[in-house]
């Protein structure tokens, strides 16, 4: 009994653990510092707000209804943006749903910027779809194999023959 034990010991190590795949660290790696600098890039924005987007800059004619329906889509980009980088650290925790969930936010995110700004910034949203696209097909986590349990249960070098 004791040597089987031994056994069951050694053999814990080789146990199935879940680990974060090399494409989806290096992808999301990249993104998470992209999406966290214009995060804190947005958040700078939202704090002084008012002297960024004062009406004499942007239109001296420009009516309230106008500037608050700037405002609430900031706001809408800026929340967009927080829950990226939270999805993308869902990833590393690794949560498969972090993944879906970052896919949906940057789609929206995209879709957001497009109709928010222009001229359009072309080279912006292909990086962004391309992050996406090389995301999507990439596993979340990876397995050690059963083989290595069944190898160590063949060999048993702690038991002594009689």
Request: charged residues 20%.
């Amino acid at each position: 009994m004791a040597d089987e034990e031994v056994v069951k010991e050694r053999q814990s190590i080789f146990k199935e653990r879940k680990h974060i795949t090399l494409g989806m660290k290096l992808v999301c790696a990249f993104a998470i510092t992209y999406y966290t600098l214009f995060f804190l890039f947005m958040t700078y924005i939202l704090i002084r707000y008012n002297t960024v987007f004062e009406q004499s800059y942007i239109d001296k004619n420009l009516n309230e209804v106008v500037a608050s329906n700037h405002y609430t889509l900031f706001i809408i980009e800026w929340v967009l943006l927080a829950s990226i980088v939270v999805s993308l650290f869902l990833v590393f925790f690794k949560k498969r749903f972090g993944k879906f969930l970052f896919m949906i936010f940057t789609i929206l995110f995209i879709v957001c910027q497009f109709y928010t700004t222009y001229p359009p910034a072309w080279e912006v949203y292909v990086m962004e779809i391309l992050i996406v696209v090389i995301i999507a097909p990439l596993r979340v986590v990876s397995k050690f194999t059963d083989r290595i349990q069944i190898e160590t249960q063949k060999i048993n070098p702690f038991k002594e023959e009689k």
